[in-house]
């Protein structure tokens, strides 16, 4: 008997118009390790060209230890010879976005770094990182690294490849530091508006999943404010306050004309495939708007 074979996680999301909006990787800081090699299924465990596997988990372990989300990137296109070890750092917290950037010799140095970004610089140019890890699924390796390549044409100083991000169903996604702007199917957008609107200090509400520092709630109450209202503008929509109720969730937002108040239901999506390699179906988190009043 024939077994059919199962359709890649993001066409079957694309297939069931899976909602993105509230589905932001958590993150409030990030460490990104430039790693120009081939990475395995954990790009910092699992990728022996590239560095010692032992290192890598030391690595991995100091900055989980400081609550931070860490990823390994490289530039699109051909390796290079000679790797390079850069390294940057954001903290995405609302009000208080930076970004620093600098440069080891060796990766081992990475264990004694600062992990406040005090040993780099700051810098004011965004760090555009597009989830190209094939090892990990094949829908990252095929619609990532198509995206990356179109927003590298335009903006390749800012532009790298990165190591998972979270939500696979949503390739190809993106990440828009210090900000920690989360998007999905970019391959499906105009990919490099995307970042021509950051620069404009704007987002593209039908793509974006959410903030990274935002709980997953604010994530989803900012998008039906934006959807009602137009609000494109990446500095609005400030949560203000989040009760949970039994049954339900009340998100405060600093609106343009006052506080607004968005009520959302929580439920259990219908069992799907989150990744391609996922062995087993599961349910995720889908929130829906019950009510939104202006104050």
């Not at 998972?164 to 105009?190: Q, W």
């Amino acid at each position: 008997m024939t077994v059919a074979k199962r359709a890649p996680c993001s066409d079957q999301s694309l297939a069931r118009g899976d909602p993105m909006y509230g589905t932001a990787s958590a993150g409030s800081s990030w460490v990104l390790v430039e790693m120009s090699g081939g990475w395995g299924p954990s790009a910092f465990l699992q990728s022996p060209s590239c560095i010692d596997p032992q290192l890598g988990r030391a690595i991995v372990r100091r900055v989980e230890a400081a609550k931070m989300r860490i990823a390994a990137i490289r530039r699109p296109g051909r390796r290079p010879d000679v790797p390079r070890w850069r390294w940057f750092i954001a903290h995405a917290d609302v009000g208080s976005e930076a970004l620093y950037r600098g440069e080891v010799d060796a990766p081992g140095e990475l264990l004694d770094l600062n992990l406040d970004g005090s040993d780099g610089e700051l810098t004011t140019d965004p760090l555009v990182a597009i989830c190209a890890h094939g090892k990990h699924d094949q829908c990252c390796a095929v619609r990532g690294r198509s995206a990356c390549q179109a927003i590298a044409a335009a903006y390749p100083e800012f532009t790298w490849e990165c190591s998972h991000l979270g939500g696979d169903r949503f390739a190809a996604t993106m990440l828009i530091l210090p900000e920690g702007l989360c998007y999905g199917r970019v391959d499906s957008a105009d990919s490099p508006d995307l970042v021509r609107r950051y620069l404009d200090g704007r987002l593209d509400n039908r793509f974006l999943r959410g903030r990274t520092s935002l709980p997953h709630a604010v994530q989803a109450a900012q998008y039906f404010v934006r959807e009602a209202t137009g609000e494109d503008r990446i500095d609005a929509l400030h949560p203000l306050d989040v009760e949970r109720g039994d049954h339900e969730i009340r998100v405060r937002l600093d609106g343009h004309s006052g506080p607004v108040e968005v009520v959302l239901h929580e439920a259990l999506s219908d069992p799907l495939q989150s990744q391609c390699s996922a062995k087993v179906e599961g349910r995720v988190r889908v929130f829906t708007l019950a009510n939104m009043t202006s104050e």
